[in-house]
């Protein structure tokens, strides 16, 4: 069975500042991962993904994220917040070959001070 | 990407009637479709998987005959809330998988009064 826990429900950063949303997985096989940007009334919108190639993935709006086997983990980060950073975000877990059948975590508001 | 469009993007139904949300691909082909539901400042759950041209497979805890899919073609999967009632009240969405991942709509916001 496929889980994720994203640490912090909330975050909260100054603009210009590093942002670290926490994600770790547990999946019984070699697992999909994505992160997914909410804005209010609206649907999803894919950030990145790691689908088993490299381990470091760059996703749109600065966005990246490390896969990290032996921590279980998918953190995202963005060297420098944008006001239009703040939004909710998803960090999701699918397992091959049910790719899209996605379990996700409780997700992140990330909030920009300014 | 591959475009999914969900319609419509908000519907407020009366308790007792039927609803029904469309989910087309535009530009691609999905014999898989996906349905979740959002409670607000919840996270997504899945519903239900729509194989087009076959029965849905429905989550544990998912009332099939309240929550009607059809997939009859590779473009268009559409959700019914049957008999609906304000505990029904949400966001739904839908996602079509492509490969390795899934593009989701936008988003249905239901409010049954």
């Known amino acids: 069975a496929q889980s994720v826990t994203q640490l912090g429900s909330h975050v909260s950063v100054s603009e210009g500042a590093l942002v670290l949303l926490r994600c770790n997985y547990s999946?019984?096989?070699?697992?999909?991962l994505f992160w997914y940007v909410q804005y209010p009334n609206q649907g999803l919108q894919l950030l990145l993904k790691?689908?088993?190639?490299?381990?470091l993935v760059k996703g749109i709006n600065g966005f990246e994220a490390e896969f990290k086997k032996s921590e279980t983990s998918f953190h995202l980060t963005k060297p420098s917040a944008h006001m239009s950073d703040a939004a909710e975000y998803f960090c999701?877990?699918?397992?091959?070959?049910?790719?899209?059948?996605?379990?996700f975590g409780d997700g992140t508001t990330l909030t920009v001070k300014p | 990407g591959a475009v999914v469009s969900q319609h419509p993007s908000r519907v407020i139904c009366k308790s007792g009637t039927s609803v029904k949300i469309e989910c087309r691909s535009l530009?691609?082909?999905?014999?898989?479709m996906f349905w979740y539901r959002q409670f607000p400042k919840q996270s997504l759950m899945l519903m239900a998987t729509?194989?087009?041209?076959?029965?849905?497979?429905?989550e544990q805890g998912v009332e099939k005959d309240k929550f009607l899919i059809n997939h009859a073609s590779l473009t268009l999967s559409t959700l019914t809330v049957t008999s609906a009632h304000p505990e029904d009240s949400s966001f739904y969405i839908c996602?079509?998988?492509?490969?390795?991942?899934?593009?989701f709509g936008q988003g249905t916001r239901l409010t049954v009064v």
């Open positions: 996602s079509a998988r492509v490969g390795a991942e899934a593009f």
């Open positions: 999946s019984s096989v070699p697992p999909y």
């Open positions: 790691y689908t088993s190639a490299a381990t």
């Open positions: 999701a877990v699918s397992e091959p070959p049910n790719a899209g059948k996605s379990t």
């Open positions: 530009d691609f082909q999905a014999t898989t």
């Open positions: 729509s194989n087009e041209g076959s029965k849905a497979t429905y």
